[in-house]
């Protein structure tokens, strides 16, 4: 065992007490700062950090049990739920549009999601993934760009209405999370990144949404709102975003970004763009990111081309993120990765070509998502379970 300063042998009586120098000087030369032993001593600690960990989820797991979990998921036109058990599996399932109304319309509807589905389940707790800021404490939405939720306390909200409905609450206990932390939840438990204990998920929708697992937790930051990848600036002065910035990676890849490239060739009437132009029935301000993607995969060279060019975006962030972040494996998900090794290809290339130190570290794999849509709703019912 390697001793500290100030935990040498107890001095003999008539010998001569060291100075703190001596000692410090002493310390120093037993305790390597590189090589196998410490080496050692790292494994050892993170041994201790895991044996705490597992002792925390274990007592975690005990107050919660490891029953059966709502999810639900609030999209922008949809809100998906369902009933969760262990094992990630989807067991029930209820959807309905989101309202548009108000954000109390949105909480009606939830209890309304929850009181149907523990009609007929017997669950331990109700998880819910809203788009926005969450607070740390996971129970307020701070922040909500398209649901006009401002410090909106929604657990609350969502208890009290289900209470109201059913006359009990359901589950012992409810939890919000931000969606992309859910869906990245659900791909480290169940999907691709099962296994892989440092873990960057980045989900590629209309915008970019991201989040880090770190031995076997979410990295949450210290307002609960870390992760917001989509507006690193890439490009100084670039493209405009609706965060108000300019050159924001979402702006570079993401769907829109991939609509708004193909509605420009569309529009140029590039002799290219016919594939894309009948894909959205004529109308050059038709073409979406789903359109173009559709028309890649059926070979169509422009839109190939828009989906390449959208994967070197993508390989240029994930360097960044690799530089800053050092994970084993980036998990991709979201509607645009269906694009699949047309968009993974080129980000991978270009992941190599960017990455800081190429060719003298081991590199990240890049991976697609495994449990598609219903990751976010999957994620939350588990991470409402106590995990993560
Ligand atoms: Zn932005």
Not at 329 to 346: K, N, R, Y
Request: charged share 25%.
């Amino acid at each position: 065992m390697i001793t500290g300063a100030g935990d040498g042998p107890r001095p003999r009586r008539g010998e001569a007490v060291p100075t703190p120098a001596e000692r410090r000087r002493a310390a120093r030369s037993r305790q390597p700062l590189f090589g196998e032993r410490a080496e050692v001593d790292e494994v050892r600690r993170l041994r201790r950090l895991q044996a705490g960990e597992r002792l925390r989820r274990q007592a975690r797991r005990a107050m919660i049990g490891d029953g059966l979990a709502i999810g639900i998921d609030i999209g922008g036109t949809k809100v998906a739920a369902g009933v969760v058990d262990a094992q990630g599996r989807v067991v029930a399932r209820a959807r309905r549009d989101t309202p548009t109304r108000s954000p109390q319309a949105v909480e009606d509807l939830i209890a309304e999601l929850v009181a149907e589905l523990s009609a007929h389940h017997d669950v331990v707790s109700v998880g819910i993934g809203a788009a926005g800021f969450v607070d740390a404490t996971r129970s307020t939405v701070v922040f909500s760009p398209h649901l006009a939720w401002r410090d909106e306390p929604l657990r609350e909200a969502v208890e009290m209405r289900v209470r109201a409905r059913l006359g009990r609450r359901v589950g012992r206990r409810t939890l919000v999370e931000n969606d992309a932390n859910a869906a990245a939840w659900a791909e480290y438990r169940f999907g691709a990144g099962r296994g892989e204990p440092r873990l960057v998920v980045i989900t590629l929708g209309t915008g970019i949404g991201g989040a880090v697992v770190n031995d076997g937790r979410l990295q949450r930051g210290r307002h609960g709102i870390a992760g917001e990848f989509g507006h690193m600036v890439l490009v100084p002065g670039g493209r405009r975003c609706e965060c108000g910035g300019r050159g924001c990676w979402e702006q570079y890849a993401s769907g829109n970004s991939i609509g708004r490239d193909g509605r420009e060739l569309a529009r140029g009437g590039s002799p290219f763009a016919h594939a894309l132009l009948a894909g959205a029935g004529g109308d050059p301000e038709a073409v979406r990111g789903p359109v173009v993607t559709a028309a890649a995969l059926a070979g169509d060279p422009a839109a190939v081309e828009v989906v390449e060019d959208t994967g070197r975006w993508l390989g240029t962030g994930i360097a960044n993120l690799a530089a800053a972040l050092d994970p084993g494996t980036f998990v991709i998900g979201g509607g645009v990765s269906d694009a699949g090794e047309l968009l993974l290809g080129p980000a991978r290339e270009e992941f190599r070509r960017t990455l800081t130190g190429r060719g003298h570290r081991p590199e990240a794999r890049i991976v697609r998502a495994r449990l598609g849509p219903d990751a976010g709703l999957v994620g939350a019912a588990d991470l409402s379970r106590g995990w993560g």
